[in-house]
Each structure stands twice: as C-alpha cells, then as structure tokens.
C-alpha cells in the first residue's frame, strides 16, 4: 500500500491527503476520515502516515465481538480487561491509525475516545460514511474532540488526475468520464476497471493519447465486488433487473410495478417523473448483460426501446457543434450521441459519424484541447480510414503538440489540404512555406462568409496579419456571434504591435473558450509591449493559458518558451523534440549533420541541459 512506485498511492486526493498529513504531525490530536467504500480512506491513512513511526489498528467484523479485540495484539493479557491498564498499556505509542474504526467493540472504542480526548498521541481514524459507528466513535467529531474529514467520490477532473498519473500519457476526456460514469468515483472500482480495460486491450494507447472502448470487461474481482452490492434477489427481481439492463431507461408498465416497487425500495433502480427505469449503478448492467446467455440475451435485448434515428441525430448535433463554433460559443459542450456512439463503440454503420469526429476534433483544437483533438480525428480515421477532414484535423492537431510523424502521415492520407499542410509545416520551423500555405487556403475558401474565417485568422496567427485585416473586418460585420469580431480586433492589433489591445483580445478570447487563440494572443502582447512589466504581465497570461492547452507548441508559444534560441536552433531543437534523429533533420533542412549536431549543441548550452529526452518540456511554456 505504501510501495513508492505504485501510481495509485496518492488517491487522486493530494489536498485531503496534506490535510491529514498536517493533522497527525503538527499540533493537533489528529483526525476522523470518513468515506464510502471504496473512497480510498485506507490508502490516504496509509500514505500519511508513511515514514512515521506508527502502530496500525484495523477493526473488523470478526474482532468486534471481544472486548479491546482490535487492540489484542497490542495489549498483554492483564491490560485487556479494564480500560485504564489499556490506556496505561499505550502510553508509548505516539501515532496511532485506527482504520475502520466503525467495527469497534464498545471498549475498543471507549479506549480510542479517552486516547483522542486525554492522551499524547496523535490519531488518525477512518470509519465508513454509509454505516452505523460505535457512540464513542462518533463523538470524536461531535464533542469536536477531532475535527472530521468527509471524503466525497472523485470528481471528473480529479478521476482524469488520477488515471494520466496512472497511465503516464493524456487519457481523453470521452475515456475519462466513462470511468468516472461507470465507477461513480469510487476509487477501489476504478482501480480495478483500469487493470479490466488493459487486460481485456480495450483501453489503448493511440497517436499518444488513452481511449477506452468497447463493452465493460467484468473480471471476477469487479463481479464480486458488484454481486455483493446488488445482493439477494430473487427470480422475479432478475428479470426485472436484467429487462431494465438490456433497455435501459426502461418504461415501467403496469404488470411490473411490484417488482420495481421492491426494487426501488432497496436502491437497485431509480424511476424518475416520467417512470422511466434506471439501474442506480452503470456497472449493474455490464454485470447483469455478462451474466445471461446468448438466448436470454437475445430475448431481452428484443424488449428495449426502438432505436432514435441515428443519422438525425448526428447531423443535428453537428449543425449545432458549428454553429456554436462560429458565434463563439465553446464555453461548455454537452455530450450528445456522437459521443455515446464513439464510448460505446458503436455507430460503424453510420458514415456521419466521422463527419461528427472530424467537427468534434476541430472544436477541441479550437478549445486548446489539442491531444483531445488528437484522439477524437484518430476515432474518425478508426472508422473510415482515410477520411479527409479527420485526417486534416489530425495532421493540425498533431503538428500543434509537436508529433511530426503522426501530422505528416495524416497529411499524406488527407491529400492537398492547404490549411493542414501549413500547421505541419510550422511544426517543422518552415514559416515562410506555412504562411504561403495559409494565404493558399484563405484565397481557396469561398467568400460567403463562414468558411473563410479560421483560415484568414491562421494567416494572421503565422505572421502576416495585414494581409487579412481588411477580409476578417468584413467578417465581423456580416457574421453572428461575437468571435468573428474578436479575431478581426486580434489581427488589427497584431498589424499595430498594440500590446495593450492585444492583451484585451487574449481575456476576450479566453472568455470565448478559445484557449489556444488566447494564448497566442497574450503572446503577441507580450512581445509587443515596450515596458518590461507589462510584457511580463502578458507572458505570465500566456504560460497560464498554455499550461491548459495539453501541450500545444505552435511557433507563437515556441517562440516564447525559448526566447534565448536563434530562429535556426528553434527549429532544430523542435524537430529534435518531435524524435526527429541528427540525421533526418539534416536531410529535412538541407543541412549537415554536423551542423544540426553544432546548433543542437548551442541549443543545450542556452536552455541549460543536455538531455533531449527533455526538449520538449524545455521548449514548452510548462
């Protein structure tokens, strides 16, 4: 439990876990930690207390029955039958962990109690949240001899923490709400679904980024730790359970309602106004579905609800996606069936569904979510291998985070796309060949509005923003929305080097959710600014926005992060950070090799380390 090298160790709880930490060794008597099962108590116990000298007490069912029969191990036989030689018996112990404190016998808990309120030591007692716990326990928190620390299911946020810690790379954010979906933010339920997913090759490693799909793997371990959730049930109560797991949200009928009746009683279901049937838990039915054969299967999947019009479906929300995009709306997107269809593995039959992959990935480019733009344009080619807006997007995504391997075997499926074609070439350090690119793609766009606006602002994003000024001005005035008028304003105030406008574009930008066009423009502030303090200022807003941007290093950000490296070292040391060898680089730039190797050399010497292991961490604004 406390092995360094496990990746679970921390919980995804670092604030609750310097909490306690704070608590059994500073000033205070200690600490009640309460949580669900499977909140992870006993593991935020043990890594507090780790490197502490400490004595470890568990209660449990079997124990509570004798008196002190948690503590025998630490009491001689004559301290065992009165509280006081107990108390006596333990002056000694300075750090002591009651885990499950719940399932203490009265002494046990009488002894705990006077220890919290009149001894030396300091406490750390975890007890669950969801069952009864001994008076003496429970007053701890109540006559505030303890302070009590509730221990809520991970988040969403925290749960993605946690498994990019556990994984070691990005784990999309379609991939992690799942797991957060399924588990409930049980921790000891996501441990043991991530080992499931692996195990069972459903949770991969694509273009750098984790995505989990496919059916949830039911291990033996994960049966067992539901089957004793769900309980008894009998012959009648399964089949309600196993209908409601095959169609879900099931429509309550009437010759049903005493069975779900019972089962809403006990927690298993949940009916809401309209009398649609839930199961409370998602992995009720991944249980429930393994467990029935093929017939039994066949015959219950036969009663779920007809199936909505997929394609309507896909359409519509695509409509919406760009729609939304244009007026800059991508504050916060709600997931509607693309996303069900891409978690679930289904939709194959589908062909808008690389259609809807290919708009979600360039909204997540625009939202600075490059890696997720990453993993959403490789579902689409997944599907249709080839497909040429997935492929694009692919090819800018990856060009965006410095994958060049990736972009360029995208741009070679996607054929003669302009605007791809100039993002791989910025990440290769050609920006006179990105910007002609660029001007080619804003010049091949039509001119009814919409469709040329991201590609004139790209020319402005790469350098030449006077030569859009004027289109993107009459932009602004035809087009809905706010953000046709804010990236106008960005480029005006690009073409004027006017650092306090340009700052107003990047927190108008980033208000739009355009993190990455933020960034990029609090980094043209920052170099546009003459006073030293607010160019600072500015460079402070642009690391703190491109710290949320997943890794993106487009050339403004590039060129921010290593202001000491000539325009020639930084597009060495790009190459090289996107695993480019010695070799490759010089025969991509028409170099010598000796030359890279003498450039890569004054590179190192400038950013101060010598390990290209690093270079991309170094040439980030991290």
Known sequence: MNDPRDPWRFCGRAEELETVRAAVRGVRRGIVVAGEAGAGRSRLAAEAVAGLAHVWVTGTRGSASLPFGAFAHLLPGSAADSLSRAVRALRWVRVLVIDDAHLLDDASAALV????????????????ADEPVPEAVAELWRRHVLPRLDLTPLSVHRTGELLARVLGAHVEELTVRRFHRVCGGDLRLLRELVAATREASALDRVHGVWRWRGEVPVTATLRDLVSAEIGEVDDAEREALELVAFAE???????????????????????????????VHPLFGALLRAGAGRLRARRLAGAARPPQDVAWALSAQVAELTARAYAGDLTGLTPGAGERLAEDDAGWEQPGMADFCARRAWLARLRGEVREAVAWSGEGTRRVPGHHACSAELARAAAHIGDLRTAEEALGRCGDDASARAWVLAARGDLDGALRCALAAAGSAGHDGADDLFALHDVARLGAPELVTRRLDGLAETMRGDLAAVLAEHAAALAARDGAALDKTARRLADLGLLLHAAEAAGHAANAHRNGRAAAASLAHASALAQACQGARTPVLLGLATPRLTPRQRQITALAAAGLTNREIAQRLGLSIRTVGNQLCRAYQRLGSSDRGSLGRLIGLA
């Open 249 to 279: 949200p099931l429509v309550a009928g009437a010759a049903a309602a005493p069975v779900l009746e019972r089962l809403e009683a006990r927690g298993l279901v949940v009916i809401d106004d309209d009398l649609r049937v839930r199961l």
């Open 113 to 128: 109690h006077h220890l919290a309120a009149h001894g030396d030591a300091h406490l750390l007692v975890t007890v669950r």
